[in-house]
Nanobody
Framework: VQLQASGGGLVQAGESLRLSCAAA????????MGWFRQAPGTERDFVAM????????YYERSVKGRFTISKDNAKNTAYLQMNSLKPEDTAIYYC???????????????????WGQGTQVTVSS
């Protein structure tokens, strides 16, 4: 599976950004697609995940109500709409695909099978 991520950038607090991630390759056994993020000196943490069929989204508590994950099944592309961004959202965001297993929480970085190249999101105060 190859993941091509796009989006990200530098915004001010309260503004919005949208991340995209297109998957190509052996996706027939994929069960979930989503994003993790990693700030300097921290571990890579779960942000949001959606089932491969494009339903049952899950969110990390601090982004729930501000971020929305969606998926275009025809394009095998997931989107992360990030609204009301805060400085603490600043991190490198990594697209992730999980292969096999049963879809559902918890979503741990160690269980991710494929990672995108990472995209920087910086929110200034």
């Amino acid at each position: 599976v190859q993941l091509q991520a796009s989006g990200g950038g530098l915004v001010q607090a309260g503004e919005s950004l949208r991340l995209s991630c297109a998957a190509a390759g052996l996706t027939d056994r994929a069960t979930g697609m989503g994003w993790f993020r990693q700030a300097p000196g921290t571990e890579r943490d779960f942000v949001a995940m959606i089932s491969w069929s494009g339903d049952s989204p899950y969110y990390e508590r601090s982004v729930k109500g501000r971020f929305t994950i969606s998926k275009d099944n025809a394009k095998n592309t997931a989107y992360l709409q990030m609204n009301s961004l805060k400085p603490e959202d600043t991190a490198i965001y990594y697209c992730a695909v999980v292969i096999g297993g049963t879809y559902g929480p918890p979503f741990l970085a160690n269980w991710v099978n494929y990672w995108g190249q990472g995209t920087q999101v910086t929110v200034s105060s």
